[in-house]
Each structure stands twice: as C-alpha cells, then as structure tokens.
C-alpha cells in the first residue's frame, strides 16, 4: 500500500501559492485513487505554517507534519532539505509529490539521494494503471511525451504548474505535528530577498492570457520607418491593464545581441519556444509574430490561441491559431488599450 506525502514551503504571510494548492489537489486526487493514506508536510515559519495548515484542514489529510522555525523559512538548500528529508522519513510516504519551484528543485534531488529513492521532475500528468502510479513528462525539448512508472521506493515526483485545479474547499483547524528537526550546518546567510516591483515583472505564470511580441514590432513599418518607442509603450500599457504575462520570439529578443533597438523589458527569460518555455496560460495572444514552428511549439499547453499578423500566409494561418487576425497590430493594439482604459 503507497503512502502519499505532499510538500511544500509555505509562503510568509502563511499563504500557499495557487501552484501550491494545484499540487496538493493532485496529491489528494492520486490518494483517493489510489485507496491510500495523504500526509501533508509544511515547512516554514511557525505561524505561517499553521496558518497554511488551517487553510487546507479540509483536504483529507490524514496527518499534518510541519518542520517549522526562522531558518527553515527561508531558502536555502542545507535547511529546505534537511526539513523534506525528515518529512518524508516521519510519514513514511512512498511517494512524494512537491510543487516543481525552483526552491524545491534544489533541494529534491539530494534528499532522494539520502532517502534512496528516485525523482522525476516536471511532471505534467498523472494516471493509474493496473493499480501502479505512472507519471507523464515531455523529453527532448517538448517533442516526445512519455509515461513511466518506478518500482523503487520512495519514489519524489516535482510536479509542473498548470497540471491540476488549484484546491478549494473547508479551512477549519488543523492539528499539526512539529517536528523536531536539527539544524544543519550554516554556511549560507540568508539576508533578504530582493524581487523586482510588480509592474516591473513581466513574466506572470498565473496570469489569464500570455500575450506575445514578435520581431514585426521592431520592423521598419508601412511608412518605411520604425517604431521601437511607440511598440514598447503600446506593449507596456496593455500589460498594465490586462496584467498578462509577456512572451516574446526568439528573433525579438535576439535583437539585443545584434544591437538594434530594441523593446527595454524584454529579456530571453520572455523567449516561448523550442529553446525557450513552454508557458501555461488559459489563452494567448500573438502579435507581430510570424508562428514558426520552433515558436509554436511553446504554445502547447495554451488552451485559446489568437493572432495578429499583417501576412495572411504566416504560420497561425496554418492551423495554429484559433483566430488570425490579418491587420497591423500597431493599429490593433492601440484601440484594444483604447477600449481597456474605457473600462
Ligand atoms: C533550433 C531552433 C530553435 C528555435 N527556437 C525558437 C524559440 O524557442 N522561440 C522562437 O520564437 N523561435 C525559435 N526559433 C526561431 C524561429 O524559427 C523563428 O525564426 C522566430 O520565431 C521568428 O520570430 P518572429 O516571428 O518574431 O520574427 P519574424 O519571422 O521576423 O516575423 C515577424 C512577423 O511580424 C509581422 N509583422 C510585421 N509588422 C507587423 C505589424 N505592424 N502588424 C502585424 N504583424 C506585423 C510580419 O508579417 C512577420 O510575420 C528557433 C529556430 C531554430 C532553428
């Protein structure tokens, strides 16, 4: 019989991220269909922690185990992993399931390696057969999905975001078991955390819609000139408005290197792709983009896709759009943030 364990650092404030909340839907769901027991291990500060506790006291946990305590709150790989470790030994799980964060990334791995276990990491889906627990990851840079199972034990799945409902149901109390965890030896010093403003950060994994810029943007335009100022206000304010995330082409933000002008926020961590990301977002928006294949295969989890291209022949013509709008999207954009500032 498995035992389920799922994991997760809790936010200060004692918040659980919406990833969070989809990977503990996804560890309730496997128990049930698994006809087992689901413990939820917590890490963080100790108020934080009973507060995400209660939070979820309706998910059918069996078992609440926290590692709790200043220096477990933060990140850093000698703490996060001496915490999953002794989680993941108290209850006894034979498989773990932590949403795939960079912070859990870390640490996962070695406490397999402590555990004996195995990891599979970017998980995107779970299933059942004759009774086993299987996972399903991409290979090869999105082309090849596979299905596997393991017979080792346990066995650390780091699950993708998008993957699950996030969960909702009953706060209440939950009774949670502290455990008593040594520190390990310090060598890093958490100071604090910098993080850029808000409006600042463009890449907004929970946002609705991932709106997407092309190289079109920097192009020389029908009056033979170019518009970099203007595309980048264009861009800027309807990410303002909409508080979608920004995706960018690979020759867009390849300009930069080239030394042409280019849009300021945009960086290769916006580039979707092949040899980019492979964003989750209920919708997306192309603009000034030609839908290239080594593009497009990033859309794969975008469920509604839409585009705005001068050219009736571009690549969303193809199949790859839902909707193709052939007009300028100087124009277009310009009158959808019109209308945005409407209300
Ligand atoms: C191995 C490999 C890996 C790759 N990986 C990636 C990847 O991860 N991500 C990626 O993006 N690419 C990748 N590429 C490159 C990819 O093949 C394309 O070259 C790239 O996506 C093209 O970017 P683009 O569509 O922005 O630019 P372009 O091909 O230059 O298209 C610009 C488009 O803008 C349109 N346009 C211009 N002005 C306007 C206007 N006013 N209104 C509306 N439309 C306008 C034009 O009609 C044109 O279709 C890869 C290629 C290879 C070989």
Same mark, same amino acid.
């Given at each position: ?65 926290? &590692? ?8 850093? $790989? ?42 599979d990491s970017h998980i995107t889906g779970t299933a059942i057969t004759d009774g086993?627990?299987?996972? #399903? ?61 808000? #409006? ?26 170019? $518009? ?7 861009? $800027? ?15 867009? &933000? ?35 983009? $030609? ?16 585009? &705005? ?35």
């Amino acid at each position: 019989m498995e035992k389920i364990l799922y994991l997760t650092q809790v936010e200060p404030g004692g918040e659980l991220s919406s990833f969070a909340l989809e990977v503990l839907s996804g560890a309730g769901r496997l128990a049930r269909d698994l006809g087992c027991e689901l413990a939820v291990g917590l890490v963080g500060a100790k108020a934080d922690v009973q507060a995400a506790a209660d939070s979820v006291a309706g998910c059918g946990a069996a078992a609440f185990l926290a &590692v709790t305590g200043d220096e477990f709150a933060v990140s850093r $790989h000698a703490t996060d992993a001496a915490a999953f470790e002794a989680l993941a030994r108290n209850a006894e799980a034979t498989i773990v399931l932590a949403p795939g964060t960079s912070r859990a990334a870390r640490a996962m791995p070695g406490v397999a390696e402590r555990l004996n276990g195995r990891i599979d990491s970017h998980i995107t889906g779970t299933a059942i057969t004759d009774g086993r627990p299987e996972v #399903e990851r991409w290979f090869y840079r999105q082309r090849m999905m596979g299905r596997l199972t393991r017979s080792q034990r346990p066995w650390l799945w780091l699950v993708d975001s998008g993957v699950f409902d996030a969960w909702e149901g009953e706060a209440g109390g939950a009774t949670l078991e502290a455990l008593d965890v040594p520190l390990p030896e310090l060598r890093t010093r958490v100071v604090g955390v910098e993080s850029p403003a808000a #409006e600042e950060q463009t890449i907004r994994p929970d946002a609705e819609l991932l709106f997407v810029a092309g190289a079109g943007w920097t192009k020389k335009q029908a009056d033979g000139s170019t $518009h970099v100022k203007e595309a980048e206000t264009i861009i $800027h304010d309807f990410l303002e408005t909409t508080g979608a995330s920004l995706g960018s082409s690979k020759s867009l &933000v390849d300009q930069a290197g080239e030394g042409q002008e280019v849009i300021s926020f945009m960086s290769h961590m916006n580039q979707v792709g092949q040899t980019g990301s492979t964003p989750r977002h209920p919708k997306g928006l192309a603009t000034c983009c $030609h839908g290239e294949e080594p593009h497009v295969v990033g859309w794969r989890f975008i469920k509604e896709r839409r585009a &705005v291209n001068l050219d009736p022949g571009c690549g969303w013509a193809q199949g790859k759009a839902d909707v193709l709008y052939v007009a300028d999207a100087f124009e277009v954009m310009r009158r959808v943030n019109e209308l945005l500032k409407q209300g």
